[in-house]
């Protein structure tokens, strides 16, 4: 089966810094990549949707300026928060969907929790 | 705009017993597929159950079975026989092109 990869699974960083989070497709080639958000206890929200060689685009209300995103492969998609702040603390998922048209289009990485401290 | 609705509050389930997850959704595309994934406490989302619109029939994976049914918009989840195993957070998704919007998730906890 599809499978794709997170790292890291759990970060702490200070305030003011920025961290990178991978996501990595496995065993297949993703042509997109979508970034979700989930505090605790809500929903998954969704940042962003990447394709590869191209800008990602953000949903409405996410600053594109703090998390950048860069899809510059088929395989490795990252999400940088920059200068994160401790409201930035969530649970971050990626998922990714490959060239064939299939009803599972997107396949969850395990997620990483970030804290900021 | 699209939105799926889940609104039960969290659940307690005798092990060995049925439950249904109710979910409603709303959206203006003839096309759509409607997911159901499940969530431990680890975080990790997995795929349970998938229904295609123009699909006549009901899906069914092992102990799960989806309740389609189009014209009210609703799409419930049955868990048959449930485990231990089975206590987590279960989300409805709704597919509009290539995005998928969440429900806000129904708490299942399983109980011996």
């Known amino acids: 089966g599809a499978v794709v990869s997170q790292h890291p699974s759990w970060v702490i960083c200070k305030s003011g810094t920025s961290v990178k989070i991978e996501c990595r497709s496995l065993d297949f080639q993703a042509t997109t990549m979508f970034w979700y958000r989930q505090f605790p206890k809500q929903s998954l929200m969704l940042m962003a949707t990447s394709n590869e060689g191209s800008k990602a685009t953000y949903e409405q209300g996410v600053e594109k300026d703090k998390f950048l995103i860069n899809h510059a492969s088929l395989t490795l998609s990252t999400l940088t928060v920059t200068s994160a702040h401790p409201e930035d603390s969530s649970f971050y998922i990626c998922s990714a969907r490959g060239r064939q048209e299939t009803r599972y289009e997107q396949y969850f990485g395990p997620g990483t929790r970030l804290t900021v401290t | 705009a699209q939105k799926i609705t889940q609104t039960q509050p969290g659940m307690f389930v005798q092990e060995k017993e049925a439950v249904t997850l109710d979910c409603t959704y709303d959206t203006s595309d003839p096309s759509y597929g409607l997911f159901w994934y499940k969530q431990p406490s680890s975080g990790e989302m997995i795929f349970l159950i998938y229904?295609?619109?123009?699909?006549?029939q009901n899906a069914t994976e092992g102990r799960y079975s989806l309740n389609f049914q189009k014209a009210r918009k609703s799409a419930n989840l049955v868990i048959s026989a449930s485990q231990l195993g089975d206590s987590a957070m279960y989300f409805c998704a709704m597919r509009e092109g290539s995005r998928l919007a969440f429900g806000k998730g129904n708490q299942v906890v399983v109980i011996p």
């Open positions: 229904q295609g619109s123009y699909d006549q």
